[in-house]
């Protein structure tokens, strides 16, 4: 049975209590949750038997989530801008007057420019399947406004493993234990999905070889075996160095290409020339060890890819993602437990959006969110004068930053911004929205990780006047008069709409468990348990939409432009900090800028200098932090920041370009060319003032 909502606070007799429930932030281990209550008040956040792959421990972000949800940036009632956009100043207000508010405006925006003129923009929040795609997407496409393609994350990766293998299940975490090679190439599971970490240990006790590919020495990287620190964007010809080498000499599986693939000759053909010199000096890695890999891979079984989302970030990233996914059907690593690769197996259990949201979309304007500066800056037609935000941060999280700042402060545009907390995008706002957290919700969790979807359930009293995103968008459509279904007026009624339409009664499972992976095996093994969900049932090798939509075709290069004025890549990775910028708020110390040893003496750079990291698009001050970990050419910045967290409220997307990733449309965070300078600081009157060293051409030593 569901559980209703807890007693209120003041119910003395209700002492303690322990209620499961699961996490549903964006991240993919989506552990399941118990929640130890003290009078109604959360006393402890820690994890349930309910998932085994997740009992044991949760990520410390999680464990202290009760701090975002009583703490002082909480956003508690809706308010109506007081003072300058950006000020973050507001005037309490009633639900009504906010709504009411809205809505005059929607209908204000469409009758003088048209729906399109509205930007509804909405990423991952927390990735529950109620909080968006539900209600806001009945109203929005009743409403007509523009449309958002949300590629800001995983656009080229899921553009190639759609592609080859049509978003199959990957190899399960408790599975690693089976392999005998471990590759884990562009992820940081230590950050970013720590329940694989243990598997890949006993792996490594067993006597599996596990080889990491990043430019950062991670804390699996400095235990692998080998670990190369590829330059970034560089991936696509280290995989096609390794396809070279198996198909040259004789370890390609021929009777796998022939029984699963097409095209397996022209990918032969494309990787030809990258030859184990040629792809190590332009990855800027030895070529020996490059070839030690490629053998290691052709010649052990079981071998598994962990193939993560860093090395999707670059103008390289989907053809890097499309060349290590091919690298299991051509070296024939499927068909044995513990072979094969993992990546988003949000597919496992196929679910469509489009069987409970069952209104139809229009063909409105298509906005591509990581062009969001760009469109409230310079589209015209029309142009956007209202946005609405909700489950995202884009101030924070989306390319071009001081494009998107440009836009939020434009006064003719109209901004709502609807969260949890203060964040630097509801600083913008016109009138800022307060929301539940999934601690005061229903939602349903379904995890990207193990695939499975997990109940996710109010254990306490939602904060001030905060309310679930499905009730308020009803409400806002009942306002407009968008008739929306009585069930799906609330977050438990739409929960009940959301299971119903689950394949295979996944639902009853899901209402009676807290858990369903519907008719999806927990562990499959590819090939044996899962096949390709493409239209033919085989791994296309060459798909021909995407070799049209890619620039220079598939499993090409495009190389970086010349070092001259900005030698050294920019990445930012996640951090154990936040999830992307939610709990940003509970961050306490300023960022370092990590550069490598050599990179900082040819700048005269010591730990704790403060520097100025620029490039055209803008410039961030911040200390560095002087580490052998990041490699020589590279220097790193947490994602996720928050404009506090540097000197000058600018952070690495001050950095990032809105350029377009090859495949699929996404971002280029890990893709920024940038230089460091010195900034010498001194005392006057009391404060410390930046006296900015010349951005000269730093002085070379090798
Ligand atoms: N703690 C925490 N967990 C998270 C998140 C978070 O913000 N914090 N975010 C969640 C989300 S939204 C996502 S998408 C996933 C992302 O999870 P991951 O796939 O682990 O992604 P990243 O941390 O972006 O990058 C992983 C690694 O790629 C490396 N890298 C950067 N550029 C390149 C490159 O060109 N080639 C190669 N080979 N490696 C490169 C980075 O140094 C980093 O160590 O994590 C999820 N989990
Ligand atoms: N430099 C750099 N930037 C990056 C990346 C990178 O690698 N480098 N990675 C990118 C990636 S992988 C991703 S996925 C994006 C994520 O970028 P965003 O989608 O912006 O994700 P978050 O920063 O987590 O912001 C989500 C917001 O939704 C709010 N929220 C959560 N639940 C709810 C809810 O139920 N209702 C409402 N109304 N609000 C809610 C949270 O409080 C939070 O402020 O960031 C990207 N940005
Ligand atoms: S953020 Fe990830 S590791 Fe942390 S509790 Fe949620 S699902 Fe688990
Ligand atoms: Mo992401």
Known sequence: MVHSRMPADEDLTWGRSTVETACPLDC??????????????????????????????????????????????????????????????????????????????????????????????????????????????????????????????????????????????????????????IVIWGANPSTSGFHLVPHVRQAARDGATVVVIDPRRTALARRADIHLAVRPGTDVVVALAIHRFLFEQGFADEAFLAKWTVNADEL?????????????????VDPELLEKVAELYAETSPAVIRCGWGLERNRNGGNAALAVLALPAVGGKFGVRGGGYSMSSSGAMPLSKEDWIETVEPDARLVNMNR????????????????????????????????????LERDDLFTVVFDQVMTDTA???????????????????????????????????????????????????????????????????????????????????????????????????????????????????????????????????????????????LISPASDKTVSSTLGELRTRQVRLQIHPRDAEARDLSTGDVARVFNDEGEIHCAINVNPDVRPGVVSLPKGLWRRDTMNGCTANALVSDELTDLGDGACFNDARVEVTRVVTAELGGRNIAIWTAPATPKRVH
Not at 268 to 284: D, P, S
Not at 379 to 396: E, Q, R
């Open 372 to 407: 969001l500066g760009r469109a409230l800056t310079e589209y015209d037609d029309p142009p956007v004068k209202m946005l609405i935000v909700y489950n995202c941060n884009p101030l924070a999280t989306l390319p071009a930053q001081n494009r998107v700042l440009a836009g």
């Open 268 to 284: 032969r053909r494309r990787a030809a020339e990258w030859t184990f010199e040629r792809a190590g000096a332009v990855a800027e």
């Open 427 to 569: 600083r913008w706002a016109d009138v800022v929205l307060p929301a539940t957290t999934f601690l005061e919700q229903y939602d349903l969790a379904h995890s990207y990780g193990h695939g499975a979807v997990q109940l996710v359930q109010p254990v306490i009293e939602p904060a001030g006047e905060s309310r679930p995103n499905v009730e308020v968008f009803a409400d806002l459509a009942a306002r407009l008069g968008i008739e929306i279904d009585e069930q799906l007026q609330s977050d438990i009624g739409t929960l009940m709409h959301v299971a119903g339409a689950l394949p295979d009664n996944a639902g009853e499972e899901l209402l009676s468990r807290g858990i369903t992976r519907g008719s999806a095996p927990a562990a499959p093994v590819q090939f044996v348990d899962v096949f390709p969900r493409t239209p033919d049932g085989r791994v296309d090798l060459l798909p021909a939409a995407l070799e049209q939509s890619a620039p220079l075709g598939l499993y090409r290069f495009r190389p970086e432009p010349a070092p001259d004025r900005y030698p050294l890549a």
């Open 28 to 181: 993919p281990d989506t552990c399941s949750l118990a929640i130890s209550l003290e009078r109604g008040r959360i006393t402890k956040i820690d994890h349930s038997p309910r998932l085994a792959d997740t009992n044991g421990f949760i990520c410390s972000k999680v464990r202290r989530f009760d701090r975002r949800v009583y703490g002082e940036e909480r956003l508690l009632y809706p308010g109506s801008r007081r003072g300058a956009k950006g000020e973050a100043s507001f005037n309490r207000i009633g639900w009504d007057q906010a709504l009411e508010t809205v809505a005059g405006r929607m209908r204000a925006i469409r009758r003088q420019f048209g729906a399109e003129a509205i930007l509804p923009l909405s990423y991952g929040g927390s990735n529950g399947l109620l909080s968006q795609d539900t209600t806001d997407a009945r109203l929005f496409r009743s409403f007509g406004t523009s449309r958002l393609a949300r590629t800001v994350c995983a656009a080229p990766t899921t553009a190639a493993t759609a592609a080859l293998y049509g978003r199959i299940a990957g190899v399960a975490n408790e599975d690693y234990r089976h392999a005998r090679l």
